[in-house]
């Protein structure tokens, strides 16, 4: 069987030469005579893998030194609760951006500790844009501000970071961390989930800046509180070790490629090839508002759920698989994350085209 296309949303596809070179060390890693899997994560070998991640995260992002970086797990959304407990310090209040089903979740946790007020939304249209922000508005003695950059589900990012003074951004960047050059500085809190673009589940990315460490609030769990892991070089207890070391691999994967100015390039040729061809059918058409589209989740349907479907079922037939759209939404959704190449793109617009002229 050939490496199918996988445009699922997450857990997502990897680089193939990562899970060739993981699968060169599977069993001894470099004279070790074990697995990644079954080392202490006390030993040196595995320090100099955490180390070297951290280094090459470092240099992927361009991450400043006044942040912490944080391997730890629990999902994005056990963040959605960790984000308040620990920034929480004063007012107990945060200004939120609901752009759908993951801010109502970080939104509803917040709430739980403080605050959460929505300054903007676009739940009148079922999400499928990104609302227009009025700084004037905005809480500026807020804790923080929290927005989803990138909605994987309804397909839609923010172009422009909206401007909040000195109040802290905090990002849930779960499906569009490494995708185009962000500016680590623009956040005072990065976080998200590792397998959409960054390698297997299990693992939690968060880059942090090291003054909004050290004040959670009193009923923070230990293991909730960033401190804990921030001064423990994230091994205060077992880290998920082996999604750490790929996560590493692929790391070195992207630097290798040239960096992030080079990845957003490549990302924005597919999103822009899947989306021409979107705009040039008459059968598919994109849900989302053009100027709010995501290159990350492209989102689309045909005229009809039964449509849909067919569609679906010849592009498996091909080997592009997990297209379909998430339940609320329906129609079809392409992740296509920095592990898709170009040529998974061009297979599915060739599918659709065939589709279209009933060349099934
Ligand atoms: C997938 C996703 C989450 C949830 O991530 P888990 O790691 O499954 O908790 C949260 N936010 C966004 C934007 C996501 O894409």
Known sequence: MPRAFNFSAGPAT????????AQAEMLDYRGTGMSVMEMSHRSPE???IIDRAESSLRKLMRIPDDYHVLFLQGGASSQFAMVPMNLFRNQKRADFVNTG?????????????GTARTVGSSEDKQFSYIPALD?????????YFHLTTNNTIYGTCFNQLPDTGDVPLVGDMSSDILSKAYRVEDFGLIYGGAQKNIGPAGLTLVIVKKDLVGHAMDITPTMLNYETHATKGSMFNTPPTYAIYMAGLVFEWGLELGG?????????AKADLLYECIDQSDMFTGTVAPADRSIMNVCFKAPTPEQD???IALASSRNLKTLKGYRTVGGMRASLYNAMPLEGVEALVKCMQDFERGKG
């Open 14 to 21: 990897l680089p193939q030469s990562v899970l060739e070179h």
């Open 46 to 48: 595995f320090q100099e």
């Open 101 to 113: 089903s993951w801010s109502i979740k970080a939104i509803k946790e917040a709430n739980k500790y």
């Open 260 to 268: 992030i100015n080079v990845i957003e390039a490549r990302n924005r």
């Open 309 to 311: 479907s067919a569609f």
């Open 135 to 143: 700084p004037a508005i905005f809480d500026p003695e807020a804790d």
